[in-house]
């Protein structure tokens, strides 16, 4: 199964602030806000939504198909990536801007405040999908993640185009897209990809009910922190899956990725969408369990072992001939 991966590719550089964010506000005067928080560590990760699944999906075997834009700062980033099974050859690189940066603090209640910058990522919007389809023989889905919002309605309008199957994933650009562009990414989506207030926000933006959005969407998939996530498919039950147990807590960023990244790996592996957001739950713990989006490792035994501690020795011998990651 051929899947592309569109969106940001960046560098994250997180830090922590010892306290809570909401000591140091005043409600009345958040119009005239004005603060700094003195943190003690600063920490520099790889990043982007669409880097971001592309390696948890790499690291579970998979071959995912990387497309976004990146600066001439990219190369180290790139060669990482396809050391661990990312295809990056539909990688534009900008000759004259910086990879994007996500720069972002997290207090003691894991709540964030976080900056992005486009740069190279504004232009991804010039990047066409037919000739990444013809390099790899064809695509079977196309995921549209948070990046240039040009790009994203160029691409799902090039999806709708070629007939390819897409999953709108907008995340963090449902803040700043109107509803009409909310509506033209998600609008014949195969999925469609939120959090609990992602979904809530889409459904204000677009005037759309949660019925209306289900007429247009084949499949929603709502995550729900530590409440697990919803799988809403036109004309089935909905699924409630529960989240599997992390070890420890040391930070959320990227958290959702991971999930897509295990969703997506279940569904290229001809899985259903209840084994499939299994998958997604089990690799986001990792993601939680470390600081970075890219800094876990994954050993087959003892993610087979989580696996079935959290969802039953059945699901983790469903999973198991085709995970692919190293065996300790």
Avoid at 106 to 133: C, H, K, N, W
Avoid at 156 to 179: K, N, V, W, Y
Avoid at 278 to 291: D, K, P, R
Wanted: with cysteine.
């Amino acid at each position: 199964m051929h899947v592309a991966l569109t969106g940001s590719i960046a560098t994250d550089h997180l830090m922590t602030y010892k306290g809570r964010f909401a000591d140091s506000l005043v409600v009345d005067q958040l119009d005239k806000i004005a603060l700094s928080f003195l943190v003690e560590d600063l920490e520099i990760h790889r990043g982007g939504v669409a880097a971001n699944i592309a390696f948890g999906m790499a690291n579970l075997g998979e071959r995912p198909i990387l497309v976004g834009a990146a600066g001439e700062d990219f190369t180290e980033y790139r060669s990482w990536l396809e050391r661990h099974g990312v295809d990056c050859d539909s990688v534009r690189i900008s000759e004259t801007r910086h990879t994007a940066r996500f720069v972002c603090t997290t207090d003691d209640q894991m709540a964030q405040i976080a900056t992005f910058y486009a740069g190279a990522m504004s232009e991804a919007r010039e990047i066409e999908l037919g000739p990444v389809a013809t390099r790899v023989g064809g695509l079977d889905l196309v995921v549209i993640s948070s990046n240039d919002p040009e790009a994203m309605l160029r691409h799902t309008e090039e999806c709708r185009t070629r007939s390819i199957p897409f999953a709108a994933d907008p995340s963090q650009q449902l803040a700043f897209m109107d509803g009409e562009s909310i509506r033209e990414l998600i609008d014949g989506a195969t999925y469609l990809f939120t959090n609990e207030y992602e979904a809530a926000l889409t459904e204000q933006k677009t005037g759309w009910s949660r019925d209306e959005i289900a007429k247009r969407v084949q499949t929603r998939v709502i995550t729900k922190g530590k409440n697990g996530a919803l799988i809403a498919t036109r004309g089935e039950e909905p699924l409630e899956i529960s989240v599997a147990n992390e070890v420890r807590k040391a930070d959320p960023t990227g958290v959702g990725d991971a999930f897509r990244a295990g969703f997506l790996s279940g569904l290229a592996w001809g899985l259903g969408h209840e084994r499939s957001a299994q998958t997604g739950s089990m690799l986001a713990t990792y993601v939680v369990e470390t600081v970075g989006t890219q800094e876990y490792e994954l050993g087959r035994r003892r993610f087979l072992e989580r696996f079935a501690r959290a969802y039953g020795a059945p699901a983790s011998e469903e999973i198991e001939p085709h995970l692919t990651c190293p065996r300790p």
